[in-house]
């Protein structure tokens, strides 16, 4: 059956319970402890290392979940997918990939090339086309353009949100490189004038505060057309869905986005915060927490835990 019902596919697969393999792998997987905090914004390096949660919502509404899945943490790069779909109901597509191109690199998220044909930037999810695709947030004034970048993600989590505010300072303090990022475009014509109130709605895309239990929902809000299960409501138009999740396929896990899919076979996004969204359309979201980053700005944990669960079901898309 394909009733998006996770309890009945455990059973089908004769694995026991979904619950009890995650209690198993939380277990397991906390005395893992390869890779460490990001600490290139100091804020980002006061986390508590040993932090480590796994939630998986269903199209259902049916939440699991074990660990600190209530414990906040910043969104950082994990808010991309969800500005580019805001930007694709804002705009339309034809606009949208007019200022943001949507190959994968192979490169850093910070990385500063711009595609050398059209000046684009490679895909919504590098530091540079994000913020060409934060440009795109529309308002008749920066509050109101804080306000409806707020509302994207009251949406997808089914609850109000606030950005952390020591954290964007933090980011903003630190941000020359994106600075430089923004203004290259500039030159380029690739995003408007506005360019600081564009940084620092970046910053604080960024900074947005949420649990391990958002992550879930925000991923089985993709899984599931762009209904949150949880609110019933729309979060993103169904006719872009499918846009959002083909850019997480190909580029959602930075430079190691090619391995990602071909092992694990799952649209996915990842922040330097230790979160990662995965999603299993049809069925549900997957939000795993684990600050300890590998060398390419993965959740060391959060990318075993998605491997295990990818292999243990067959949730390879393919
Ligand atoms: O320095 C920045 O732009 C970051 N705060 C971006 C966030 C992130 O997760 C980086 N990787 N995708």
Redesign the pocket.
């Known amino acids: 059956d394909s009733s998006g019902d996770l309890l009945a596919h455990t059973h089908r697969t004769g694995t026991g319970t979904l619950r009890d393999l995650l209690s198993e792998l939380h277990g397991r997987l906390a005395t893992m402890n390869d890779g460490s905090v990001a600490t290139y ?1 100091p804020e980002l390096a006061k986390m508590d290392a040993d932090l480590f949660a796994i939630t998986i919502v269903g199209i259902d509404g049916r939440v699991l979940e074990v660990g600190d899945a209530a414990q906040l943490f910043s969104l ?2 994990m808010s991309k997918p969800f500005v580019f779909g805001q930007a694709l109901e804002d705009h339309g597509r034809e606009h949208v990939l007019g200022k943001v191109n949507v190959e994968p690199t192979g490169e850093a ?2 990385s500063i090339l711009l595609d050398e044909q059209t000046n684009r930037p490679f895909n919504p999810l590098v ?1 540079a086309g994000a913020i060409a695709t934060a440009d795109l947030i529309d308002g008749r004034d920066f509050p109101e353009r804080l306000t409806r970048l707020l509302k994207i993600f009251e949406r997808y989590t089914g609850r109000t949100v606030h950005f952390d505010n020591s954290m964007f300072y933090s ?1 903003r303090a630190t ?1 020359h490189r ?1 600075r430089a990022i923004a203004h290259l475009m500039r030159n380029f014509g690739m995003i408007s004038d506005r360019i600081d109130e564009t940084l620092d709605l970046y910053f604080q895309q ?1 900074s947005i505060q949420v649990n391990c239990r958002d992550l879930a929902v925000m991923g089985a809000t993709l899984a599931n057309a762009g209904v949150n299960p949880i609110t019933g409501e729309q979060a993103i138009r169904a006719e872009y869905v499918k846009d959002v999740l083909s850019i997480m396929f190909t580029c959602g896990m ?1 430079d190691s986005a090619g391995s990602w899919a071909y092992g694990i076979g799952l649209p996915a996004k ?4 230790g979160g990662i969204i995965a999603v299993v359309p049809g069925q549900f979201g997957i939000g795993v927490f684990s600050p300890r980053i590998d060398a390419r ?1 993965n959740s060391a944990r959060g990318v075993a835990v998605c491997r295990e669960l990818s292999q243990r079901y067959g949730l390879h898309v393919f």
């Not at 990842?270 to 915060?273: E, L, M, P, Q």
């Open positions: 914004i950082q790069s998220f910070n530091n980011e941000g994106n960024c930075y990842s922040g330097v915060s700005g």
